[in-house]
């Protein structure tokens, strides 16, 4: 390392902003700026080491290790740059009987307590680790850094962790619901396992919670059951609130895990109305179910809601193994009216199950003016491949082209015949403030002009995927891309992703979506030529990736 000047000397503040860009772009580059001089090793680090993780996991034990005794070094400066303290292990692990499989190795607590102690700026610990935190380090914590914000991501213990889950700098928790039981059948029993009323006894403790996750979530059997179609609706079950209870004001709250598991009935929505200043939520996240209750109970009250992540479903059209009941919509209407009372939405995440999209597109064209993301997935009948896709291609693309504030856009969209629609750019690509725009096209088992069909082998039922027409492929995203810049010099577009997507289904209900990409990202660099000069660069190799689709896809 040589120099203790930068080669360019910008001044600190301008050296700042570029390794902060840096750091979200490109980390290797950061990294090799950072062994240029004494002088921009001093001005990265602080950006590079703000967030450190310390993972127990087995590969990665040595390297966290080695960052403790950095930290606890007197001659090293490393402590002066950490503001974020991860710890994390996802490689332990319970029975279906809840006993602890221990699968990696441990820090030792009091290596912990010194960093804690040593860190010079500590804005935020992160625990994620599926046990309590020990005594030792949240004591610390609250003795050292009083102001500190502790998050508790992925809390499954079978028992409740009451120290830190009581503690004042709790502000952000993701709380697991029927992780890891066994199966069960009567109500009862559920309540015995769900941890619900703890969960109310956590809420009514913390007053400076500020994100909530209630992530429902079951062992292998339950699962099998909940997604093969082989039980009926899992029992749902919801926060056993009182009329006296006062919950903190949430920023930030979603339900993860199977759809419709909480359930949303109207004296509960009623009562949570109540119990709850809803004017502070900003980020409401559904996943994939639709309360109708919860939107007209508590809908008028989110006068402050900019992220919204929902399912569209009326009745039970989709999972029609399970018996209709009050936890979906019973009227396109109710959902329509909720989207459109929110006056400021700026991110919409829409999971469509319903054939009759015209009211839906158009409130969603009343968010025009303060919109700068949308994620639009229409659903379909993966085990039923006769089944087109819920979409109405024009109303879409119609809805798209006015919202000419977005900065994000994903959605799904259909083949017609099989053919690539070549008018679509000329629709989408008035959108000039679009920075990041991502599509995906299911390709059926029909043939179409990117991909011959495919067929089940009848003595394995194996699965063999013709390949993508990857010169084709190509030539339509970097056609796409290039249209934004034809309608715009000052298009702002960094990035576009087609997506193709074949499904297959095996022996046991699972379904497997199967993601062949191609990326076009715009060159940064100030010589850079216009995109429509060849200033763009593309990535994707034709080759079909494998993903389980018991997880959903996310923006």
């Known amino acids: 390392m040589k120099g203790s000047k930068p080669a360019i000397d910008l001044g600190g503040d301008i050296w700042h902003i570029i390794n902060n860009l840096l750091s979200e772009d490109s980390r290797n580059s950061l990294l090799a700026l950072r062994r240029t001089s004494r002088a921009h090793k001093s001005f990265v680090d602080p950006v590079l080491y703000r967030s450190l993780e310390l993972s127990d996991e087995e590969e990665r034990f040595d390297a966290a290790e080695h960052k403790i005794q950095r930290l606890l070094d007197p001659n090293d400066d490393l402590y002066l740059h950490v503001r974020h303290l991860i710890v994390s292990n996802t490689k332990r692990a319970y029975t279906n009987y809840g006993k602890l499989q221990k699968v990696s190795k441990d820090f030792r607590p009091g290596d912990l307590v010194a960093v804690i102690e040593r860190l010079h700026h500590l804005h935020a610990f992160h625990w994620n680790v599926k046990r309590p935190i020990p005594e030792a380090i949240i004591a610390k914590l609250e003795h050292r850094w009083p102001d500190a914000i502790l998050s508790v991501g992925a809390h499954n213990h079978p028992t409740i962790d ?48 500020q994100k909530l996750d209630i992530k429902f979530e079951y062992n292998w059997l339950d699962r099998k059951a909940v997604w093969t179609g082989i039980t009926a609706r899992p029992h749902v079950l919801n926060l056993p609130l009182q009329p006296s209870d006062r919950l903190p004001s949430l920023q930030e709250l979603t339900f993860s895990g199977p759809p419709e598991t909480y359930e949303f009935t109207r004296e509960h929505c009623r009562l949570w109305k109540q119990c709850m200043d809803w004017s502070h939520l900003r980020r409401l996240d559904l996943g994939i179910s639709c309360p109708q209750y919860f939107f007209e109970e508590i809908g008028s009250c989110l006068t402050n809601l900019r992220s919204l992540a929902m399912g569209v479903r009326i009745g039970d059209r989709y999972f029609t193994h399970w018996a209709q009941g009050p936890l979906t919509s019973n009227n396109i209407n109710v959902v329509t009216n909720f989207i459109t009372c929110i006056p400021m939405l700026q991110e919409l995440s829409l999971t469509n199950f319903v054939s009759g999209e015209s009211d839906l597109f158009q409130s969603i064209r009343t968010k025009c003016t303060s919109l700068r993301k949308l994620y639009y997935h229409a659903s379909i009948n993966r085990h039923d491949h006769l089944v087109k896709p819920y979409i109405l291609y024009p109303v879409l693309v119609a809805t798209i082209s006015e919202l000419l504030e977005l900065r994000q856009l994903t959605f799904d969209f259909p083949l017609l015949d099989g053919h690539w629609p070549t008018h679509l750019a000329n629709d989408i690509a008035k959108l000039a403030r679009l920075d990041t725009l991502k599509i995906f096209i299911e390709l059926r088992r029909e043939a179409t002009d990117f991909a011959a069909a495919y067929h089940v082998d009848p003595v394995d039922g194996g699965y063999d995927f013709p390949p993508l027409n990857l010169e084709l492929a190509i030539e339509v995203a970097t056609g796409l891309f290039m249209s934004f810049f034809a309608h715009s010099a000052y298009a702002c577009l960094t990035k576009l992703e087609i997506c193709f997507l074949r499904f297959q289904c095996e022996d046991r209900g699972q379904t497997f979506e199967n993601q062949n990409s191609i990326q076009v990202t715009r060159l940064e660099r100030d010589d850079a030529p216009s995109p429509l000069d060849g200033g763009y660069v593309v990535v994707g190799d034709g080759k079909w990736v494998e993903h389980d689709m018991r997880t959903q896809r996310v923006v």
């Open 162 to 209: 009451t120290r830190s889950l009581y503690s004042p700098l709790l502000r952000s928790l993701s709380f697991c619901i029927l992780n890891h039981t066994a199966t069960v059948t009567a109500t009862s029993q559920l309540e015995q396992y769900s941890k619900l009323p703890e969960l109310r006894e956590i809420l009514l403790r913390s007053s400076n919670l």
